[in-house]
């Protein structure tokens, strides 16, 4: 239908912006026929017609003041100041012409200006000069007048005066070149005379020579200048000007022709345009024609195909096609003027006749089907299109029907309806949830369980496409996409699915979870859709979830219960250890016989319940994961020898033997759990011995797998005690469980150990097994891994069990009385225990109660040892600690040694203590004899034992030697690392500064990292120990703290530089 | 297509707006505001020293605008140092001092001249360097050593401060607190500084018993020397430059030679500027001592005796230098 479009009208905002344009481009081009800057070219000219002028007017002026005419120079000043004034604005007005900026015009402009200024130094120069020249001619009239009158002189000389008189004067002071001769004859004469005459004369004569020379010298000066100046032209640079503005006009002139003509060339087009557009005009109307032409046979063909009718508003028929005759069955006479109420079948309500006759009555076009009644009382279908027609002034006309015969259609249609009816009730009676899709995705089905379930109604979902309403997620709440779901599966694979496992989601947003079936929907061998069955199962589910939550609750349970035995722990020992370091202090007084027999029955009652405590405890914290293992080098003869002694106390009361057997083949220094290692074996030759009457006890270590840098050994401990029944064997090792419960009635015991034992075994690696014979005896036997460490030692000799070690030595040694020892501690008791047990060695002790208070003790006094609690209020022992040694080195002290006293026996806070500083480390409740190991261990004026580990020497400068041996004595490269470090020193002062400055404690720490990584290399060990500090402040982010050991740091690697630099020089 | 049509036509409405906004902006620029310099004496008296005339047309509020801003220290960087420290309208338009002292109590090169009758002197300072009054004010409020400030400042003081922009936006409406009508209304001020009436002008103008008979003398004698040669014109001087030391050497004989010394030349670079000077005014000279550009002359008699000597080769009689001392005396006016 391209044709019609020539006849829309162009819509007003198109002709408006077409016109819009055209009046731009219009204005555009008559404004460019203007000649622009007139007003300023006409200015121009004016003022070089003025500069012109007034430069005459100076050349007059000059002239008037040579000779006399002018007697001051105020007019000719005034006349140069104007010309200047002039000058700039002929400067101003032709940089304000537009496009005028070429090279003449500058070039004009300078010249002119140069010339003005010429000009106006030349008048500077001849005003100076000609001043000079008159004030010569006064002083000459002057003087010359005075030497005439003198009578003295004799009229030889007076004679060449009076004749400088008559040549100056006659000449009013402008004489010519002629002049000049009779003047210079003169003054020669003058001076050849000037000897005969008096000094005071001669020099009166001097002066008049001179100012005549001055006269004669100005006056060729000034008529020079004269003539330069009246000869200088202004007028070429002027003319010049005028000519290029000139011609500038010309161009503009010239433009603005041209535009005029495209103008013209413009219209004559636009003319052209009106023309073409007529012609066009004509041409569509012919088109018009052919169009109408056209219409006509379209509505021939129509009325071949359709029923067509047209009425009037009321409704009464005014024309009719044969097709309307024949489908009627009444004539054309019959039917027109006749209302259309006459086909009236009665199927149809009042309301379908009311709302289409509303939407005809609004203009709107009317589509529907319509079942009539023809002449002979038959029934019929049409499917009708009424389209209502308007008059020219936009009021109803009438009304045009289009209608084609359904009647067989309808009756299809009246037939499918009844079989679905059916099956609408098969499903909507059943008591799971049906629905259907077709393969793209759209409901086709949706029965009456399936919206009792889901909250949707059929109306509501039937064709769309349902699966992001109720489908689109799986029951963990993740997206499922359509083509996952089993419906789409279903289709694509043309087979059954089914889940129990699947989540539907109802109108209201809930979740219901249900068991879905999926079954492809054929037709003619060709997938058409899928139908799912589903029913909801929440109820099961809710049920399954009661049971988890049950079992969840009881486990739940049992762990909150092993968590809070684990942190009995504190709780519990705190008080035991008032209880035994009391008793120690009770059994150190005077007491009686008695006395002392219930102080020792308190004690060893204490410690039994201390070895339950911790059996518990131990067994606890397994049961709560939370049990930690070293992984340390030691001294495998030597644990064994700390092992047995106590055992070997309690064997030889009992009249047993215990023995070891280690093979020497066992390497010495072995790395694992000492503790551990030691807990295990006290426990099973402990139960070996308490379950033995007679013979003996046995201790041999195997190796049973050697590796290189590993083994697993295998510990054997066999008695000859009263065995153990098959049945029990069984479960010995499971806790709570003892060989029978008399037993423990017997024996005593918590039944932990060997549970303890046999757990502990495990979580290490090993395996526990036993082999026994009931009233012969018994072996328990394990193993163990041990690493090897990584440097070989000799190995000692074998260690004699009765060997006691260097320690107790040690602990016995008095040489260290009087010691001054800080004591920091919360706990009253222990503040009492640690006081008694302290001075009553003869040491002098202060007690802090917290962390704060042990800083404030430190800052006033030094202390050899610090004792510090680490559960402390206001600060703990781990912050107390880090403050003193940021104090210490702030003042470049030398350390304290720092003991933690603790009862939390985990092993991260073993290493908390270590890196937060502290050198040694004892468990509470306190073991006197451990306290004062641990004490002596680190105090430096104790003499060093070996097996003291940890040491605090003071610390070196830079230990040369160690740092070579690490080296493997490659001295060239240390020398080259030190060097390095000399060299790199500031740079990395330098970043550690300004991550201090950024506060920045990331950067910070690796920065520090690095150096300390360096200073190691060089066994710096000063500065090392020094970052490590503020490695350990770090963290804090106490930047006002770090300032000052940043300070220190700096001065510190100054010292080390400077001994490094010794150190380099004397090996060259 | 839409789209394009409607940028287009949007475009070409920019355009349009664009074309008459040029057209606007040269109407507007051909109407800025232009304030004449001030232009030098038009003196139409032919004769060797002619009277000052007695009226003036200035605008008299400006005049007692220039006249604030003449004694306002804010033209200062630190606020201490007016044109009145220096140009002391209580005495004769000098501070008496041989070079005067600026700012921090810096001191300057020359000199300091009178700025009364400045507006009749054919350029500004000794050695001319300033064409009018306005340029003039460009040098003290830029020296280091004087006022130590710069335009914007001065602008920025004036703004910030509470009379002036009510002041300047009645005087000045279109520009308002700007260099130009600061520079205008100062240099207005101080052509308002004339000096007329004085004895000598009286006798000009034909009164025989203005002077007595000894000035009378001295004015003979003045015109007789050739003195007059350079000190003519309305204010007896201040119209052309001179060389200082014809007959004798001045700078010969001088101790102490300094950079300004060279006089014109610092301006030229010219040789034969060396040495060259403003020839000043010697109206009121009486009262403007001490002399010469380098202020090293204490008195009016040795300055008259030093001027014979050095420009004319004469050492004049103690009567001579009373006569002409007396006629200088008859050119100073009453200052107020």
């Known amino acids: 239908m391209k044709f019609i479009s020539i006849y829309r009208p162009i819509s007003i905002y198109r002709l408006s912006s077409i016109i819009f344009l055209a009046i731009t481009l219009l204005s555009i081009l008559i404004y460019n026929t203007y000649i622009k800057n007139l007003e300023l070219e006409d200015n121009l000219l004016a003022l070089s017609k003025q500069a012109s002028t007034l430069n005459l007017e100076i050349n007059q002026s000059i002239f008037f003041n040579q000779f006399g005419i002018h007697q001051n120079y105020d007019n000719l000043n005034y006349q140069v100041f104007e010309l200047e004034k002039i000058q700039r604005k002929i400067n101003d007005s032709a940089t304000l012409i537009q496009d005028l900026n070429n090279a003449s015009i500058t070039h004009s402009l300078d010249a002119f200006k140069s010339n003005i200024d010429k000009k106006i130094s030349l008048i500077e120069q001849l005003k100076s000069h000609y001043a000079l020249f008159r004030n010569s001619a006064y002083f000459f009239h002057t003087l010359s007048q005075e030497i005439l009158s003198n009578h003295l002189l004799s009229n030889l000389i007076k004679t060449p005066i009076h004749q400088l008189q008559r040549v100056l004067l006659s000449h009013s002071y402008n004489y010519s070149e002629s002049s000049t001769q009779l003047i210079n004859r003169a003054i020669s004469k003058l001076q050849t005379l000037s000897s005969q005459i008096s000094s005071k004369d001669k020099k009166q004569l001097n002066l008049l020579i001179k100012h005549v020379q001055s006269l004669s010298l100005y006056g060729n000066k000034t008529r020079n200048l004269v003539n330069l100046i009246t000869a200088s032209q202004l007028s070429q640079p002027i003319d010049t000007l005028e000519r290029v503005v000139s011609q500038h006009y010309m161009l503009q002139h010239k433009k603005s022709l041209a535009v005029q003509k495209i103008l013209f060339l413009l219209l004559s087009l636009a003319s052209i345009y009106i023309v073409f557009l007529l012609f066009n005009l004509a041409k569509q109307s012919k088109k018009l024609n052919q169009v109408l032409l056209d219409l006509n046979n379209q509505q021939f063909a129509l009325n071949q195909h359709a029923i067509v009718s047209s009425s009037d508003l009321q409704g009464n028929i005014t024309a009719i096609n044969e097709k309307f005759c024949d489908i009627a069955g009444y004539t054309k006479e019959e039917l027109i003027g006749n209302s259309h109420k006459i086909l009236k079948s009665g199927f149809h309500d009042k309301d379908f006749f009311t709302s289409m006759w509303n939407t005809l009555a609004q203009g709107k076009v009317w589509h529907g089907e319509i079942k009539n009644k023809t ?694 | 297509m839409y789209f394009f049509k409607k940028t287009f036509i949007f475009l070409s409405f920019i355009f349009c707006s664009y074309i008459i906004y040029l057209q606007i902006n040269i109407l507007l620029s051909s109407q800025v505001e232009n304030v004449a310099p001030s232009s030098n004496y038009s003196n139409k008296n032919t004769q060797a020293i002619t009277p000052i005339p007695a009226k003036q047309n200035l605008n008299k509020a400006i005049v007692l605008l220039g006249r604030r801003l003449f004694f306002e220290t804010r033209l200062s960087k630190n606020d201490t140092v007016s044109c009145a420290s220096c140009h002391n309208l209580h005495n004769a338009g000098v501070d008496g001092l041989v070079v005067s002292a600026g700012i921090h109590a810096q001191v300057g090169t020359m000199n300091a001249p009178t700025v009364f009758n400045s507006s009749l002197n054919f350029k500004q300072f000794w050695d001319g360097r300033a064409n009018t009054l306005e340029d003039q004010i460009d040098g003290p409020i830029n020296s280091p050593s004087e006022m130590d400030s710069s335009w914007p400042e001065v602008i920025e003081k004036l703004t910030a401060s509470g009379e002036y922009p009510a002041l300047f936006k009645t005087l000045y409406p279109k520009q308002g607190i700007t260099e130009q009508s600061i520079k205008n209304a100062i240099a207005t001020f101080e052509r308002s500084l004339l000096t007329p009436d004085s004895p000598f002008d009286l006798y000009l103008k034909g009164q025989q018993n203005a002077i007595n008979k000894e000035a009378k003398k001295g004015y003979q004698l003045f015109t007789g020397l050739g003195c007059i040669s350079c000190h003519q014109g309305v204010n007896v001087g201040g119209n052309m430059f001179g060389k200082m030391g014809v007959i004798h050497d001045y700078f010969a004989d001088k101790k102490i030679i300094t950079e300004a010394d060279l006089g014109r030349f610092n301006i030229t670079h010219k040789n034969e500027d060396k040495y060259l000077f403003k020839v000043p005014g010697l109206r009121n000279v009486e009262l403007t001592a001490p002399y010469f550009h380098d202020g090293q002359t204490r008195t009016l008699k040795s300055a008259v005796q030093k001027m014979a000597y050095y420009q004319l080769g004469v050492e004049l009689s103690e009567e001579e230098t009373r006569f002409i001392k007396a006629f200088l005396k008859t050119l100073t006016a009453k200052l107020d």
């Not at chain 1, 087979?495 to 109802?506: E, I, P, Q, R, V």
Request: aromatic letters at 6%; a negative charge; hydrophobic letters at 40%.
């Open chain 1, 375 to 1068: 002449k002979q009382n038959e029934f019929y279908w049409v499917s009708a299109t009424i389209v209502p027609f308007f008059h020219g002034t936009g009021e109803l006309s009438h009304y045009i029907a289009i209608s084609t015969d359904i009647t067989l259609q309808k009756r299809l249609e009246e037939q499918l309806l009844s079989n679905q009816s059916f099956m609408d009730k098969l499903t909507n009676s059943m008591a799971q949830g049906v629905y259907a899709i077709d393969t793209e995705g759209l409901c086709t089905f949706w029965n009456k369980e399936a919206e009792r379930i889901l909250g949707w109604s059929a109306s509501e979902l039937i064709g769309k496409n349902i699966h992001n309403l109720i489908h689109f997620q799986d029951t963990y709440g993740n997206h499922v996409v359509s083509e996952q779901s089993i419906l789409q599966k279903s289709i694509v694979n043309n087979t059954h699915y089914s889940s129990d496992k699947n989540l539907l989601t109802h109108k209201n947003g809930t979740d219901v979870p249900i068991s879905i079936t999926a079954v492809p929907l054929t037709e003619n061998n060709k997938v058409i859709g899928s139908v799912a069955v589903f029913s909801d199962i929440s109820k099961r589910l809710a049920n399954e979830q009661l049971l988890k939550q049950a079992i969840e609750t009881a486990e739940h349970a049992s762990r909150a219960k092993s968590d809070f035995l684990a942190n009995m722990s504190h709780e519990i020992r705190t008080p035991m250890n008032g209880i035994i370091g009391m008793t120690d202090l009770a059994l150190d007084t005077s007491l009686d016989k008695e006395q002392k027999e219930y102080l020792d029955i308190v004690k060893s009652s204490s410690f039994s319940l201390l070895n339950i405590i911790n059996d518990i405890l131990d067994f606890s914290k397994i049961e709560a994961g939370k049990l930690d293992f070293e992984y340390i080098e030691f001294n495998f003869p030597h644990l064994l020898s700390e092992t047995i002694k106590p055992l070997d106390i309690r064997a030889k009361q009992k009249d047993l033997l215990l023995t070891v057997h280690l093979p020497p083949a066992i390497p010495s220094t072995l790395v694992g759990d000492p503790t551990r290692l030691k807990q295990i074996l006290t426990n099973l030759l402990d139960n070996a011995i308490k379950f033995t009457q007679k013979g003996e006890v046995k201790l041999t270590v195997s190796i049973q797998i050697a590796g290189n840098n590993k083994s697993c050994l295998q510990f054997d401990i066999s008695d000859t005690g009263i065995g153990i029944s098959e049945h029990v064997q069984e479960s010995i090792f499971n806790a709570f469980s003892q060989v029978d419960t008399s037993v423990s009635r017997e024996y005593g015991g918590t039944g932990l150990g060997l549970s303890i034992s046999s757990q502990l075994i495990h979580l290490m690696g090993g395996e526990i097994w036993l082999k026994s014979v009931q009233d012969k005896g018994s072996t328990f036997s394990f193993t163990a891994w041990f690493d090897f460490p990584i440097q070989t030692k000799e190995i000692p000799a074998l260690l004699s069990i009765t060997q006691t070690s260097t320690d107790d030595s040690a602990t016995n040694d008095d040489s260290s009385k009087n010691l001054n020892i800080l004591v920091a501690e919360d706990n009253p008791i222990n503040q009492k225990l640690a006081f008694n047990l302290l001075t009553k060695k003869g040491h002098h002790v202060i007690i802090a109660a917290n962390g704060i208070k042990a800083v404030e003790q430190f800052k006033q006094q030094p202390f050899d040892i610090i004792l510090m609690d680490f559960q402390m209020p206001e600060m703990d022992g781990i912050e107390a600690t880090q403050v003193i040694r940021s104090i210490e080195a702030s003042t470049s002290q030398q350390q304290t040694p720092i003991v933690a006293m603790t009862a939390n026996a985990m092993k991260e806070d073993k290493d908390k203590a270590f890196s937060a500083g502290m050198d040694g480390y004892i468990s509470k409740p306190i073991d006197v004899k451990e306290l004062f190991n641990t004490i002596y261990k680190h105090l430096n004026k104790n003499p060093s034992q070996n097996v003291t580990k940890k040491i605090s020497l003071p610390l070196q400068i830079c230990n040369w030697n160690i740092a070579l041996k690490r080296l493997a004595d490659d001295t060239e490269l240390l020398e080259m690392m030190a060097s390095m470090f000399i060299d790199e020193s500031d740079n990395y002062l330098k970043k550690i500064d300004e991550a201090v400055n950024a506060q920045d404690s990331i950067r910070l720490k690796q920065e520090i990292h690095t150096l300390k990584g360096v200073c190691s290399t060089l066994s710096a060990d000063k500065v090392e120990q020094l970052l490590k500090t503020i490695e350990n402040v770090v963290p804090e982010k106490q930047w006002t703290e770090i300032k000052p050991l940043i300070t220190t740091l700096e001065q510190e690697i100054k010292i080390l530089i400077r001994a490094l630099k010794n150190r380099l020089a004397s090996h060259k």
